[in-house]
């Protein structure tokens, strides 16, 4: 069954450090997203991708963060200056549509210390 | 504004009873539910989508709109059904999915 690969798996890093996370959709999926996770806490939506361009974002996507599909296979989420409180698990996930449901990542665990 | 609730933490039963994991929601437009489970240290997987009106593994889940409710049930549980279980909304005029707080379901032997 294909899978949405997420790396690293886990990634430690100093508060004010730019961060690259990195996912490969599975490859005929034309809708991608990024989700976070802070401990204890639901799963937040951050934005969606379509089309090369953001088609939503919520509002904890502010300036700091950023996405890209650099070569046609791989999705980004760029964190700069990253600050304590992005520490999270961050998902991955593609869809051949919305209303199929997505298919996740296993997360990478980012840790801002 | 939209909302998921899933009132349970956590839901213990034995092998073998039945169970319902409850998810109510918010949100006057056309709504699209899921349920995801997530097992130990694994990654979120689609279970069911109400659209489908399918059973994965033997769990079943109806939109009520009546209730906005799309409660999980499944008629005999097994220790294998041990996860965690999330409840999520998709709006019509969006293409996020709003999660619930996730229940833990444990299966006892």
């Known amino acids: 069954e294909p899978e949405v690969t997420q790396t690293p798996s886990h990634q430690v890093t100093q508060m004010g450090q730019e961060v690259i996370l990195r996912c490969v959709p599975i490859?005929?999926?034309?809708?991608f997203y990024w989700y976070r996770q802070i401990l204890g806490q639901k799963v937040e939506f951050l934005v969606s991708?379509?089309?090369?361009?953001?088609?939503?974002k919520s509002e904890i996507f502010d300036d700091q963060f950023s996405v890209e599909r650099p070569d046609g296979s791989n999705f980004t989420l760029k964190i700069r200056s990253t600050k304590l409180e992005d520490s999270a698990m961050y998902f991955c996930?593609?869809?051949?549509?919305?209303?199929?449901?997505?298919?996740f990542g296993s997360g990478t665990r980012l840790t801002v210390v | 504004a939209q909302r998921v609730t899933q009132p349970e933490k956590l839901l213990s039963v034995f092998k073998g009873a039945p169970v319902e994991l409850k998810c109510n929601y918010s949100y006057s437009g056309s709504p699209e539910l899921f349920w995801y489970v997530q097992y130990s240290r694994q990654r979120l997987q689609l279970l069911l989508r109400h659209i489908s009106r399918e059973s994965i593994k033997g769990f079943t889940a109806d939109l009520n709109k009546g209730e906005t409710s799309f409660h999980l049930k499944k008629p005999f549980a097994q220790e294998e059904d041990s996860a965690m279980y999330y409840c999520a909304l998709k709006m019509d005029s969006s293409y996020k999915l709003i999660f619930g707080s996730g229940t833990r379901l444990l299966v006892r032997p």
């Open positions: 490859s005929n999926h034309l809708y």
């Open positions: 996930a593609s869809s051949a549509g919305p209303i199929y449901g997505y298919t």
């Open positions: 991708f379509y089309n090369n361009e953001i088609s939503e």
